[in-house]
């Protein structure tokens, strides 16, 4: 997106600028997450739907646990700013500087997004032509722009800096250290497209250089003003500062995320029903054995009296042992009818409850389905013949609807937030480095280079609701130390 900064307040683009609903990445190096985004409709409820695969060769999967290994939680999101409202309760305020601290997320989304479209175009013509560097500059402008509206409105509270309470010098604390980490992310993104750059030409890296000072001096100006306002601070070359400054981060965090979080609750349908099912399938079995039994009675077999007492006994215990196995068999049957029918999970969402005992509104309902089917895909050495791989579709349902409580007022979306743990397919890889043995050119000795051995695993999500439907399709790549990160899929 570009914009002349000069014509139009630089923080504006954030108002614009619009996220994926549905995102994938590594969470750590264990943990493949998906993010998703559903409006909150003005009135009534909003269905939406999630759909998510993952493809493992299945001599990977092994004896793997989906619903053990997955992890989630949902929170409200995009809170509405509401200008200046310094006599609002704890809970509107913390709303409000959570509505403040997604802008700057969106801002590093923006700039980072954006340096991916530099290393995408660069082919074509160069960075200074297609105006990128004022593009990236903007999205600094924005963020700084945000915190600076921020500070002049909700934060200013109608006093000096020295004189406003506590909640809101946390406030002002917490955003900064947002930003200095948004800026720290855009420099990342930066540094990469620099280097990626100057693989085609020192030039092109050095056009860059103007969005690297414009950071730079954010950075200064924010670091200046923590100090300034006596926030806790860390010189670069202190690892224990800097080790304590994240941790005053998290806590930060939480303190303000609080309000956002949503109360989860879940219960397997098979356990909730499970008592139902057994006792259905006890009735079946012992109308099989009743009938069975009366049959036998009214039609004696014939022949000596020892005989047929004999066969009478045997068919009676075959009878009588089928009967278990029908009733284990019918619990089966009806448990997965009803998940196949229903879902094998439900979850619900509440708003935080005022006091231990109560229980908030619910803001959402979801019925979610983990499975795994056999599927066989082509080899990837050669395609036009007849071999084929086995793979092991892992496929994540999730069906639910979204409402507005009244409590929840003045937020614009809830993200729903998954995390599913792979750590059990990392032992079943093979080494994580290959190496391979090249003789030096220059000394003739052998050169023995480690070459990562990375496995490549399709993932997909697809999200619906209304007249939207969003689809990504991206390749996971991890070896045996873990998971490495998310590639777009290959064409």
């Keep these: 997106m570009m914009r002349d900064g000069n014509n139009a307040a630089p923080w504006t683009i954030l108002e614009e600028f619009t996220e994926e609903r549905v995102s994938l990445s590594v969470h750590d190096a264990s943990r493949l997450a998906w993010n998703v985004t559903v409006p909150v409709a003005k009135s009534g409820r ?64 923006g700039f980072v997004r954006h340096c991916t479209l530099v290393r995408s175009s ?19 402008s924005a963020a700084r722009g945000a915190l600076a509206q921020a500070r002049a409105g909700m934060l200013a509270c109608g006093c000096k800096r020295e004189e406003r309470d506590n909640e809101h010098t946390l406030a002002d604390e917490f955003l900064s250290v947002q930003l200095w980490s948004v800026l720290t992310d855009c420099a990342r993104a930066l540094f990469e497209t620099q280097r990626w750059l100057a693989i085609r030409s020192e030039d092109a890296a050095a056009e860059l250089d103007a969005v690297e000072e414009r950071l730079s001096e954010a950075l200064r100006e924010e670091i200046a003003y923590r100090k300034e306002a006596k926030f806790p601070h860390a010189e670069p070359a202190d690892a224990l500062e800097l080790e304590r400054l994240v941790s005053r981060l998290r806590w930060l965090k939480k303190h303000f995320e609080r309000v956002l979080f949503l109360e989860g609750e879940s219960y397997r349908v098979a356990s909730r029903l499970g008592s139902w099912f057994s006792a259905a399938a006890a009735m079946l079995a ?17 022949g000596a009296i020892g005989s047929g007492v004999l066969v009478f006994a045997l068919l009676t215990a075959i009878v009588y042992a089928s009967r278990e196995r029908l009733k284990e068999a019918g619990r089966n049957w009806l448990e997965g009818r009803a998940q196949s029918m229903f879902a094998q999970r439900v979850t619900r969402y509440r708003l935080p409850s005022p006091t231990p005992r109560a229980r908030g509104p619910i803001v959402g309902t979801a019925r979610e389905s983990f499975s795994q089917s056999a599927a066989r895909r082509p080899d990837p050495v050669s395609p036009e013949s007849q071999a084929t791989l086995d793979v092991t579709v892992l496929r994540f349902s999730h069906r639910g609807f979204v409402t507005r409580p009244e409590a929840a007022e003045g937020s614009a979306q809830v993200r729903l937030v998954f995390r599913l743990d792979l750590s059990p397919l990392l032992p079943r890889l093979h080494d994580a480095v290959r190496g391979f043995a090249s003789p030096n050119v220059e000394t003739g000795h052998i050169v023995i280079l480690d070459v990562p051995r990375n496995y490549e695993l399709p993932v997909r999500a697809d999200l619906r609701f209304e007249e939207t439907h969003e689809e990504i399709e991206r390749t996971l790549v991890l070896n045996k130390n873990g998971l490495c990160r998310i590639d777009e899929a290959a064409p």
């Design 46 to 109: 909003l269905t939406y739907e999630l759909t998510v695969e993952l493809e493992v060769p299945t001599n990977l999967v092994g004896s793997f646990e989906p619903w053990g290994a997955l992890q989630s939680y949902a929170r409200l999101d995009g809170a509405d700013e509401r200008g200046t409202q310094p006599h609002g309760s704890p809970a509107v305020f913390r709303r409000e500087i959570m509505g403040v601290s997604f802008k700057l997320a969106r801002s590093r989304n």
């Design 122 to 140: 660069a082919r074509a013509r160069s960075v200074e032509e297609a105006d990128h560097v004022q593009s990236l500059i903007l999205w600094i």
């Design 286 to 302: 012992y109308l099989w054995f009743f009938f069975w039994q009366l049959a036998l009675e009214k039609h004696p077999f014939p």
